[in-house]
């Protein structure tokens, strides 16, 4: 099935030097990519407060992207991201390479578009109740684009139905569903709490984990095996369940939910029915309430060596908690399948003594030059993370 769409291109110059906090105004062009130094804002200001690792800077990749979310890159340098609750998916272009992108694209409207994924040149959007796939995406920008329905069966409860997605090293697509409730055993749908894969085309869906509540996140290491975020349940306190970070290591594995959290915490409804001891423990035992999203494993040559095999995990923070915790990027130090320690990467989004948030980090992307792009959902921005050895120097 294909649906013609129309294409929609804003670009933003000075305009954005007001908050873009505030209400923002885009205005549209015709065919021009004004581009004009841009004052200081109030995104590149929190960014002052930030704290990271010697030799390591950031800096505003992107602004005025509404709800940033998911990201993937096309082979010719475009950034798309998709949403939540602002139901657009973006096209993001960097066209005279300055890591200061200029033009920001509404790709398209959809429901949910939360989870984006690149293969071959056709970008991959999840809807809560389906798949579509935008064929050659980055030869069609400016045009109207075709999109041809890849699945479509997947629930369409809204509860945890925002969809992230991969490709993983078999060529699977991997789309997790999650439980239509905080706490509930879904029986009457197995694909409930768990994470699926299909091949490309859609065909071939089977359950790949159990036991899921809400990941948000997956990767995989050296092995091919996969390392996810789970977010934990509310309403048992401030210090329990904890999130977690999980790994795979065969398929058909159940993680849990609703019975056990963290592989210790028995849920006071449902723990009864089966022991902790049934389910796979969790990698690593996070926060509770800190929202794990993005985890992906160092990539490229920027950074340090030392950072080699260690997973980054944007932590969204809590909204639920009576003082706030999360709203940071930690970094997992994993040595043959397991997680060493933890630190805070970069943090100070989160302001512990007046619980003022600047920030919520949402998905991690590395660049073909090493370096590290967050999305922030919060700030409605890209940032982008460099390492230099002169940076170290001047300090």
């Not at 021009?32 to 995104?43: A, I, N, R």
């Not at 065909?203 to 996810?228: C, H, L, P, Q």
């Not at 904890?242 to 993680?255: K, R, S, V, Y």
Request: aromatic share 10%; net charge negative.
């Amino acid at each position: 099935m294909k649906n013609k769409i129309p294409f929609i291109k804003i670009t933003f110059a000075t305009a954005l030097a007001l908050s873009i906090f505030s209400c923002k105004e885009t205005k549209k062009e015709e065919s021009v990519d004004v581009k004009e130094e841009v004052p200081m804002d109030s995104t590149d200001l929190a960014l002052l407060d930030l704290n990271l690792p010697d030799g390591f800077d950031i800096k505003v990749y992107a602004r005025g992207v509404d709800g940033a979310r998911s990201m993937a890159m096309g082979d010719n340098g475009t950034l798309f991201v998709g949403t939540r609750n602002e139901n657009t998916v973006y096209a993001i272009q960097d066209k005279d390479g300055d890591y200061n992108a200029e033009t920001v694209m509404v790709l398209d409207t959809m429901e949910v578009p939360n989870g984006i994924a690149m293969r071959n040149g056709d970008l991959y959007v999840a809807q809560v109740g389906s798949l579509w796939k935008y064929p050659n995406i980055e030869n069609q920008l400016g045009d109207s684009l075709n999109k041809e329905l890849v699945y479509d069966d997947y629930p369409t409860e809204f509860h945890h139905g925002w969809k992230y997605i991969a490709f993983g090293p078999d060529d699977k697509l991997y789309v997790p569903v999650g439980a239509p409730c905080n706490i509930c055993n879904p029986t009457q749908d197995e694909r409930f709490a768990t994470i699926t894969r299909m091949d490309p085309d859609g065909t071939n869906r089977e359950i790949y984990a159990k036991g899921v509540r809400n990941s948000v996140g997956f990767t995989w290491d050296d092995n091919g095996e996969m390392w996810f975020t789970d977010n934990g349940r509310d309403m048992l306190g401030d210090d329990i369940p904890p999130c977690e970070l999980n790994h795979i290591t065969e398929a058909g594995q159940h993680f849990g939910y609703p019975f056990c959290h963290g592989g210790t915490v028995k849920d006071p409804e449902f723990g009864d029915q089966r022991p902790c001891s049934d389910f796979v423990p969790p990698a690593k035992a996070l926060g509770a309430h800190v929202a794990p999203l993005a985890v992906k494993f160092k990539s490229g040559n920027m950074f340090p060596s030392t950072y080699n095999g260690k997973a980054f995990i944007a932590e969204h923070g809590s909204w639920n908690r009576s003082k706030k915790i999360g709203y940071r990027i930690m970094l997992a130090d994993i040595e043959n399948g397991e997680v060493k320690s933890t630190e805070p990467f970069i943090d100070g989004w989160l302001n512990d003594e007046t619980q003022e948030v600047t920030g919520r980090p949402v998905d991690l992307l590395w660049m073909e030059d090493g370096s590290l792009l967050i999305s922030d959902d919060y700030g409605d921005a890209i940032y982008r993370v460099t390492y230099s050895d002169t940076q170290v120097a001047s300090n």
